[in-house]
């Protein structure tokens, strides 16, 4: 990975932090029908990658993420997920 000696203690810590949230909210909103679903966008051409050329668009690193959003008859729920896997184990 190009990025593996990257110093990004916070940024992957916050990470691991969200995806646990994202878990609890799938426990405490089950009973009431809440859906709750992370989705990877995978490394996206922004500022944080530095623009990085091999990087997708921001419109594809949303696609996952607008597809589980319109899901409105809520099929998925309290998964891990991104474009190119789909779903992938916790």
Do not use: H
């Amino acid at each position: 990975m190009p990025y593996y000696n990257l110093e990004a203690t916070a940024y992957d810590c916050s990470k691991a932090a969200v995806n646990m949230l994202a878990l609890q909210y799938v426990r405490l909103l089950d009973d009431v029908g809440g859906i709750v679903n992370i989705a990877c966008p995978g490394l996206v051409c922004t500022d944080l990658t530095l623009f990085n050329p091999v990087a997708t668009t921001p419109e594809e690193g949303a696609e996952q993420i607008v597809k589980l959003a319109i899901d409105m008859e809520g099929k998925v729920n309290g998964t891990f997920s991104n474009k190119m896997l789909g779903k992938i184990p916790w």
